[in-house]
C-alpha cells in the first residue's frame, strides 16, 4: 500500500472518495499477470463511495452523489480514484454502498449471461458452476425470477445449502457427487440446453458431455486454468453444439448498455428478488489475505475491501 497525491479529476472524471471496494476473481488475474495489465499500476475495478470533485464536461454528477462503478481499467483498491463518469453508476435510494459494490459486476454479468448471451427461458433447466460464487447466487435468484429451473454445481455442504437457499432447485455437490451422472438423472439422459462454466479447464469435458445436441457451452472464467482450444469438428460431433467466450468488456461496451444493465439488476434488487449475499469483509490492508481465500475457495457469496 503507497499513499499518493491524487490530481484534479480531469475532464469526463468524477473524484470519488470510496467507502468499500468489490472483491472480484478478476482482480486475482490482474494480480498473477494472468490477465496483462499496465505496470506500474493498481488491482481491482468495483468501488462505491461519494463524489467529491467534478470534472470539466460532466452533467450528470454532483459534489455529493452516492455512487458505484464496475469495470474500466484497474486501480479501485484505493481510498479515493479518479474515474470516467461514462462509467459510473448512480446508486438508488433505498441500497446501501456496501449492497452496491457487492452486486454491480456480479449482478451485470449474470444480467448478460442469463438475458442476452443465453436468454434462459421460463421452465429451461440451466447449469451453473460456481453456483455459490458472487456471480452464481445472483444468477441463482435472477434464474428463479425468470422462472427457470436452476441447477447448481458447488463443493462442499455449506456452499451447497447456500446455493439451495439462493433460488437453485438442484444442487450437486461436486466434492462427493458425479456432476455429469447427477446431470443425466436430472435432465432424464436428454441433457441441457445450456451450461454457463467459469471453472475452466478442470471442467471443459464435462461440460460438452452434459449438453444435450445444439446446446450452448457458455465459457465465462477460467479458476482452473484455460480450457483446451475447441475444435470445430468436436463441436459437430458432440450434437452440433455452440460454444462461447462473452466479457462484461463486450456486453457493457457503452454508457447505454452499462445503464440498461444496472437498472435491471437494481430494480430487481429493490424490489427483494436479489439479495447481495455479503460473505466477509476485509480491511484493504488484507487485500492479501482476501486474494488467498478467494483463490482457495474459502469464500461464499460477495466479498468486499474497507479502505
Same mark, same amino acid.
Given at each position: ?81 479518479? #474515474? ?20 454491480? #459486476? ?153 445503464? #440498461? ?22 480491511? #484493504? ?23
Amino acid at each position: 500500500m503507497e499513499t499518493i497525491d491524487l490530481p484534479d479529476p480531469a475532464t469526463g472524471e468524477v473524484q470519488i472518495r470510496q467507502t468499500v471496494v468489490g472483491l472480484n476473481y478478476q482482480d486475482c488475474y490482474f494480480r498473477s499477470g494472468f490477465y496483462p495489465a499496465p505496470l506500474p499500476g493498481g488491482v481491482g475495478t468495483e468501488a462505491a463511495g461519494t463524489v467529491e470533485k467534478v470534472g470539466e464536461g460532466v452533467t450528470d454528477f454532483k459534489v455529493g452523489d452516492r455512487v458505484v462503478y464496475a469495470g474500466g481499467a484497474s486501480g479501485s483498491y484505493a481510498d479515493l480514484r479518479n #474515474m470516467p463518469a461514462a462509467r459510473v453508476v448512480a446508486i438508488p435510494d433505498g441500497m446501501a454502498e456496501e449492497d452496491a459494490a457487492a452486486i454491480l #459486476m456480479k449482478g451485470m454479468t449474470a444480467e448478460y449471461l442469463i438475458t442476452r448471451c443465453y436468454p434462459i427461458k421460463k421452465d429451461e433447466l440451466v447449469l451453473f458452476y460456481a453456483a455459490s460464487g458472487g456471480v452464481g447466487l445472483i444468477a441463482g435468484q435472477w434464474g428463479k425470477h425468470i422462472g427457470a429451473r436452476m441447477i447448481g454445481v458447488a463443493s462442499g455442504a455449506e456452499k451447497c445449502r447456500k446455493a439451495k437457499e439462493n433460488g437453485y432447485e438442484f444442487v450437486i455437490d461436486r466434492s462427493r457427487e458425479d456432476v455429469l451422472a447427477r446431470v443425466k438423472e436430472i435432465s432424464g439422459g436428454a441433457g441441457l440446453p445450456v451450461v454457463f462454466d467459469s471453472i475452466g479447464k478442470a471442467t471443459f469435458d464435462t461440460t460438452v458431455e452434459s449438453l444435450a445436441p445444439r446446446g450452448m457451452f457458455v465459457s465465462f472464467g477460467t479458476t482452473t486454468g484455460a480450457p483446451p482450444p475447441v475444435e470445430a469438428s468436436l463441436l459437430q460431433h458432440k450434437g452440433s453444439l455452440y460454444f462461447t467466450r462473452p466479457t462484461l468488456a463486450t456486453y457493457c461496451a457503452t454508457r447505454e448498455l452499462i445503464l #440498461m444493465s444496472s437498472k435491471k439488476l437494481f430494480d430487481l434488487f429493490l424490489a427483494g428478488k436479489i439479495k447481495s449475499n455479503i460473505g466477509k469483509r476485509y480491511a #484493504m490492508s488484507d487485500a492479501v489475505q482476501a486474494h488467498e481465500d478467494l483463490e482457495a475457495g474459502r469464500t461464499v457469496g460477495a466479498s468486499l475491501l474497507i479502505p
